[in-house]
């Protein structure tokens, strides 16, 4: 069984000096300035961008850029932390013990001697215990409030709210589905398609006549979340899509780069082309030949 880390613990004594670098980064006379601007809003995209680089880490098997990416994860909560305990709101302490809490809690199996034969029972558990978590701090918070007419979208809204939006369009869109809010088949989504890119086009001329985006915004947005509905219906993983384009655009982008010399400046879109269509070629050879050649 595991154990707690004693106070001696050489992890414990690098999460405090991390702590203390952190502070020392946000103190008002000594601090860094740039340190000391930061906000839990300005930090937000931080956030976001070190938890998708911990995931490529692990999309790519590093386990050295892992470990440096989940060191800049970390940073992220020990800096919002001192943000919240400067304005005697929070503390790392209160985050770590809360999450212990929380942990235990929604262990019983572990911890409270109760009984999961497997993971999926183990699943059953945790969310039925979060459930009944929601329900009590909706309790403790609103105890004269009425009821939710709108049950579904209201946890739903909860859900995703961590999420990417990618993901949480994802989320929404099975749970959705489930609850039978569906197409009959598959060619009524296709429809969706068409019609959702139509009105894009459209608001992307009418941007374009009036200099306001916000309706193309919109509609970009309604392409995106019916392609995720095709996703779902085939079982295809849009995250996993999009990351996987993102790698194969970069490999043959760089070899197109290396066939100009890192110079495409006033090259003609038919030169570009050829290239682009070269290194294709190139990497579906290489990814084609037998082992050992």
Same mark, same amino acid.
């Given at each position: 069984?595991?154990?707690?880390?004693?106070?001696?613990?050489?992890?414990?004594?690098?999460?405090?000096?991390?702590? /203390?670098?952190?502070?020392?980064? !946000?103190?008002?006379?000594?601090?860094?300035?740039?340190?000391?601007?930061?906000?839990?809003?300005?930090?937000?995209?931080?956030?976001? #961008?070190?938890?998708?680089?911990?995931? $490529?880490?692990?999309?790519?098997? $590093?386990?050295?850029?892992?470990?440096?990416?989940?060191?800049?994860?970390?940073?992220?909560?020990?800096?919002?932390?001192?943000?919240?305990?400067?304005?005697?709101?929070?503390?790392?302490?209160?985050?770590?013990?809360?999450?212990?809490?929380?942990?235990?809690? !929604?262990?019983?199996?572990?911890?409270?001697?109760?009984?999961?034969?497997?993971? /999926?029972?183990?699943?059953?558990?945790?969310?039925?215990?979060?459930?009944? #978590?929601?329900?009590?701090?909706?309790?403790?918070?609103?105890?004269?409030?009425?009821?939710?007419?709108?049950?579904?979208? $209201?946890?739903?809204?909860?859900?995703?709210?961590?999420?990417?939006?990618?993901?949480?369009?994802?989320?929404?869109?099975?749970?959705?589905?489930?609850?039978?809010?569906?197409?009959?088949?598959?060619?009524?989504?296709?429809?969706?398609?068409?019609?959702?890119?139509?009105?894009?086009?459209?608001?992307?001329?009418?941007?374009?006549?009036?200099?306001?985006?916000?309706?193309?915004?919109?509609?970009?947005?309604?392409?995106?979340?019916?392609?995720?509905?095709?996703?779902?219906?085939?079982?295809?993983?849009? #995250?996993?899509?999009?990351?996987?384009?993102?790698?194969?655009?970069?490999?043959?982008?760089?070899?197109?780069?290396?066939?100009?010399?890192?110079?495409?400046?006033?090259?003609?879109?038919?030169?570009?082309?050829?290239?682009?269509?070269?290194?294709?070629?190139?990497?579906?050879? #290489?990814?084609?030949?037998?082992?050992?050649?």
């Amino acid at each position: 069984m595991a154990h707690a880390p004693s106070p001696s613990d050489p992890a414990l004594a690098a999460l405090a000096e991390l702590v /203390a670098v952190v502070a020392r980064l !946000r103190d008002p006379d000594q601090g860094c300035p740039w340190d000391l601007e930061q906000t839990h809003a300005s930090l937000l995209p931080y956030v976001l #961008e070190e938890a998708h680089e911990v995931a $490529d880490a692990i999309r790519h098997g $590093d386990d050295r850029h892992l470990a440096e990416e989940l060191g800049d994860l970390l940073l992220q909560v020990v800096l919002h932390a001192q943000i919240a305990s400067e304005a005697g709101r929070f503390d790392l302490e209160q985050i770590v013990r809360g999450l212990s809490a929380k942990l235990v809690r !929604r262990h019983p199996h572990v911890f409270a001697g109760a009984e999961a034969g497997d993971s /999926a029972a183990v699943k059953r558990s945790w969310e039925a215990i979060k459930a009944e #978590e929601q329900i009590q701090h909706q309790a403790a918070n609103a105890a004269e409030a009425q009821p939710s007419a709108s049950p579904l979208s $209201d946890h739903l809204a909860r859900k995703v709210r961590g999420q990417a939006a990618l993901a949480g369009a994802m989320t929404i869109s099975r749970k959705a589905a489930a609850a039978g809010f569906e197409w009959d088949d598959i060619t009524g989504v296709w429809d969706k398609v068409h019609e959702e890119l139509e009105e894009l086009k459209e608001a992307v001329a009418e941007a374009q006549a009036s200099g306001d985006t916000a309706h193309a915004q919109e509609e970009l947005g309604d392409v995106l979340f019916t392609l995720v509905n095709v996703a779902r219906w085939c079982n295809l993983d849009p #995250e996993a899509g999009l990351a996987g384009t993102n790698r194969r655009f970069l490999d043959r982008f760089s070899r197109v780069e290396a066939a100009l010399g890192g110079e495409l400046q006033g090259r003609s879109i038919g030169e570009l082309e050829g290239l682009w269509r070269q290194a294709k070629a190139e990497i579906r050879a #290489e990814n084609t030949q037998p082992p050992g050649c």
